[in-house]
């Protein structure tokens, strides 16, 4: 799952990535409007949280650009105090859910898993593979409906494998699933965490394949 964050203040900004990345989220951070803008026309994202004030365009703008695109994309706003007629025009214009400043982020994340959990937005939240369930709003695994253990990166590299089945996933696709523009990767981090992933795996049978030179496949369980 991957979110953008449109949100110019940058401790504030930092706090909330820091914890929805170490929940698993893949999270991008912008500071301004036009760059929020620009990201929402470049990649597909699965949540958005948007500040309303924000420089060179205001969230409201950004919010309605995206929603004249016809992005169903879901979108909740972060309004100062004294902002209730803009949160008012926010849902109007199609933000889904709105939260006043201050919060306190554990309850910003259960905000974005109803989101994620309330409808289909392409992406779908359990991802079923063999004895594997992969809830992917709540960030749990279970095998044989055991909960099973992952770390934050281990989940991320799993869930990017389970999206791919049967095709190769390359270091490059998982650097830009795993982590967000700021974050720091490197090949050898990924092949750390895929050495875990894959020995936590293994005992209950399944296999991540090194394609040497390409990357890593997960085999259609059928084949
Ligand atoms: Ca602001």
């Known amino acids: 799952m991957r979110i953008l964050l449109a949100e110019d203040d940058d401790v504030l900004s930092d706090g909330i990535s820091q914890a929805l990345r170490q929940s698993g989220f893949a999270v991008d951070q912008v500071l301004s409007g036009l760059d929020a803008d620009h990201a929402l026309t470049q990649a597909p994202y699965d949540l958005v949280v948007l500040d309303l004030g924000l420089p060179q365009m205001?969230?409201?703008?950004?919010?309605?650009?995206?929603?004249?695109?016809?992005?169903?994309?879901?979108?909740?706003?972060?309004?100062?105090?004294?902002?209730?007629?803009?949160?008012?025009?926010?849902?109007?214009?199609?933000?889904?859910?709105?939260?006043?400043?201050?919060?306190?982020?554990?309850?910003?994340?259960?905000?974005?898993?109803?989101?994620?959990?309330?409808g289909n937005w392409g992406n779908s939240i359990e991802i079923t593979?063999?004895?594997?369930?992969?809830?992917?709003?709540?960030?749990?695994?279970?095998?044989?409906?055991?909960?099973?253990?992952?770390?934050?990166?281990?989940?991320?590299?799993?869930?990017?494998?389970?999206?791919?089945?049967?095709?190769?996933v390359t270091k490059e696709n998982l650097a830009e699933h795993l982590y967000g523009w700021e974050d720091e990767f490197s090949h050898n981090t990924i092949e750390v965490n895929?050495?875990?992933?894959?020995?936590?795996?293994?005992?209950?049978?399944?296999?991540?394949?090194?394609?040497?030179?390409?990357?890593?496949?997960?085999?259609?369980?059928?084949?």
């Open 58 to 118: 205001d969230g409201l703008e950004v919010l309605k650009r995206l929603r004249s695109r016809g992005e169903p994309t879901p979108v909740i706003i972060l309004t100062a105090r004294e902002g209730l007629k803009n949160r008012v025009t926010g849902l109007d214009i199609g933000a889904d859910d709105y939260l006043t400043k201050p919060f306190d982020l554990p309850e910003l994340e259960a905000r974005i898993r109803a989101l994620l959990r309330r």
């Open 129 to 168: 593979y063999g004895p594997i369930r992969f809830d992917t709003v709540g960030r749990r695994v279970l095998v044989h409906d055991q909960p099973f253990e992952l770390s934050a990166r281990e989940l991320s590299l799993l869930e990017t494998l389970l999206q791919r089945v049967g095709r190769i």
């Open 194 to 223: 895929m050495h875990r992933l894959r020995k936590k795996l293994e005992p209950v049978g399944i296999n991540v394949r090194t394609i040497r030179g390409l990357g890593y496949l997960l085999e259609n369980p059928t084949t």
